[in-house]
T-cell receptor
Framework: GQQVMQIPQYQHVQEGEDFTTYCNSS?????IQWYKQRPGGHPVFLIQ?????EVKKQKRLTFQFGEAKKNSSLHITATQTTDVGTYFC??????????????FGQGTELSVKP | DARVTQTPRHKVTEMGQEVTMRCQPI?????VFWYRQTMMQGLELLAY????????DSGMPKDRFSAEMPDATLATLKIQPSEPRDSAVYFC?????????????????FGDGTRLSIL
């Protein structure tokens, strides 16, 4: 099926430790988006990667898109309690007669212990 | 700050009742999405509209769910009759027009969601 797999499902870290979540697709993606959802909140768009091998940074967050455009990662350096939430990747797959369809991964729930 | 508005924020009702959820997309956005989020299934796309026309509702149970856009400022998702397994958070999201000529997509802006409980 049209799936985007994301691992791990949960990650518990001590404040100050690094965190990485990985996203994989069996088919080539047109692009990859990353969203963050705080507990009780809604997904909020973080960034979009389009080019093969692309790397983008937002302060302590580093986003990568694989060379084959089938995988992506989000790395947070020196986590803070404000990083708590669920991080979703979402890949766009082009489907005949429907255009681009955004498919969300299952998300990685990050908890940070002070 | 432009935002997607969803009503109601919370809904508790008994099984068999009709449930209507409403969404006001961001002004100027012409793509609207309905998602359902549960612990077990995560975020599932139910329906997708572009320029008010339904493009994809393959994720929506057709027998009881229906999604419409009566006008550009209102999207509705109805469940009739509702069942306990429909309990979830339903999100509406909107986005600007997609450019078919490019590989890129556009970010989606989510509303606060409707937390639905069917007893």
């Amino acid at each position: 099926g049209q799936q985007v797999m994301q691992i791990p499902q949960y990650q518990h870290v001590q404040e100050g430790e690094d965190f990485t979540t990985y996203c994989n697709s069996s088919t080539t993606l047109s692009n990859i988006q990353w969203y963050k959802q705080r507990p009780g909140g809604h997904p909020v768009f973080l960034i979009q990667l389009v080019k093969s091998g692309e790397v983008k940074k937002q302060k302590r967050l580093t986003f990568q898109f694989g060379e084959a455009k089938k995988n992506s990662s989000l790395h947070i350096t020196a986590t803070q309690t404000t990083d708590v939430g669920t991080y979703f990747c979402a890949g766009t797959k082009w489907i005949y007669n429907q255009g681009g369809k955004l498919i969300f991964g299952q998300g990685t729930e990050l908890s940070v212990k002070p | 700050d432009a935002r997607v508005t969803q009503t109601p924020r919370h809904k508790v009702t008994e099984m068999g009742q009709e449930v209507t959820m409403r969404c006001q997309p961001i002004l100027g956005h012409n793509t609207v999405f309905w998602y359902r989020q549960t612990m077990m299934q995560g975020l599932e796309l139910l329906a997708y509209f572009r320029n008010r026309a339904p493009l994809d509702d393959s994720g929506m149970p057709k027998d009881r769910f229906s999604a419409e856009m009566p006008d550009a400022t209102l999207a509705t998702l109805k469940i009739q009759p509702s069942e306990p397994r429909d309990s979830a958070v339903y999100f509406c999201a909107s986005g600007p027009s997609r450019d078919r000529g490019r590989s890129g997509n556009q970010p989606q802006h989510f509303g606060d969601g409707t937390r639905l409980s069917i007893l």
